[in-house]
């Protein structure tokens, strides 16, 4: 486990913490790319957390948010793709064509001189 995953997995696993630092750090482990272990962890504490009879609604609710945001794919940031990926490739195969056409043109003979 990363050295910034390992504290936030600590709070969320203190039972002495106030339970909305705890969900906080939940909320922190899953907002950005983290082990599979340390994620499916993270969902097994929420999952506790809304299953609790003791816990307040509001925690219930926040737990149950955190963990749909976890599951629900339509809401990851959309991964867009680099212009420039491949340039060089699509370039060099313009040029490839662009030559073909100058080939292919049958060359302008020049007036003969008399």
Known sequence: MSDTIAPLFSIMLDGEEYMAQRLEAA????????PPDAVEATKAFLREVYKNR???SRDKLTAIELIRKAEDKK???PQTANPME???DRLGAARKEYLKTLRA??????????
Do not use: D, V
Request: aromatic letters at 8%; zero cysteines.
């Open 105 to 114: 043109e049958p060359q302008a003979k020049a007036p003969k001189a008399e």
């Open 86 to 88: 491949g340039w060089a």
């Open 54 to 56: 003791t816990s307040s």
């Open 27 to 34: 909320e922190r482990i899953l907002a950005f790319e983290s």
């Open 75 to 77: 809401t990851a940031p």
